[in-house]
């Protein structure tokens, strides 16, 4: 497919279990982003990786969450433990260096 | 830190009205403003991307505004119809280039 693509599309998980959660860029796109978006709340940004550099992880919102991304292709959301609050919309998108961001359809994450 | 807001947060128009939704951004040192739209239950849709250097962007019945010297962005949708209803999202990217978002416009076009 030409758009980004995200497993789960949905993931029900008892607390204290850990998740992981798959996005696939649109090929090409050098540039990876992981949003939440929590219910009734805006999007915020958790994790960008941009080509062969250290990630920026500075919106991860603590060490239970963590990510990885094979050279410029997949990448993997992993939250441990996972806690009530987590529960969410997580998004990812992908985009050319700089360029307009395309978003996948989110995988939605309820902790029970 | 940017900060972005969205005004009006709920709208409703009958069909065929033009209108005109706007975001605000604290920190003028954008790298680009994105429009998004978001329907019930599904991802985001780019609709338009404007560049720092540019002032407006245009797509079919959508027209973005950049005016980053105050600030503030517009997006102008012309001749509404009831399938433009959606929630509005603009968000701008900063030098690290991931996107701050604002809580949206929820906007509803009447038949």
């Known amino acids: 497919g030409a758009g980004v693509s995200q497993s789960p599309s949905n993931k029900v998980t008892e607390k204290g279990k850990d998740v992981e959660l798959r996005c696939d860029p649109i090929?090409?796109?050098?540039?990876l982003y992981w949003y939440r978006q929590r219910l009734g709340q805006g999007l915020e940004f958790l994790i960008y990786f941009q080509g062969n550099s250290a990630p920026d992880k500075s919106g991860l919102p603590s060490d239970r969450f963590s990510a990885e991304r094979t050279g410029e292709s997949v990448s993997t959301l992993t939250i441990q433990r996972t806690q009530q609050e987590d529960s969410a919309v997580y998004l990812c998108?992908?985009?050319?260096?700089?360029?307009?961001?395309?978003f996948g359809p989110g995988t939605r994450l309820t902790v029970l | 830190k940017q900060e972005v807001t969205q005004i009006p947060a709920a709208l409703s128009v009958p069909e065929g009205e033009n209108l005109v939704l706007n975001c605000s951004f604290t920190d003028s040192a954008i790298y680009n403003l994105q429009w998004f739209r978001q329907d019930p239950g599904k991802g985001l849709t780019s609709l338009l991307l404007i560049q720092s250097s540019q002032r407006e962007q245009t797509s079919g019945r959508l027209n973005a505004s950049l005016d980053k010297s105050s600030g503030r962005s517009t997006l102008y949708i012309a001749a509404s119809q009831p399938g433009d209803s959606a929630t509005y999202l603009c968000?701008?990217?900063?030098?690290?280039?991931?996107?701050?978002f604002g809580s949206g416009t929820q906007l509803t076009v009447l038949p």
């Open positions: 090929s090409g796109h050098t540039a």
């Open positions: 968000a701008a990217s900063g030098s690290a280039r991931q996107l701050t």
């Open positions: 998108a992908s985009s050319l260096m700089g360029s307009e961001q395309f």
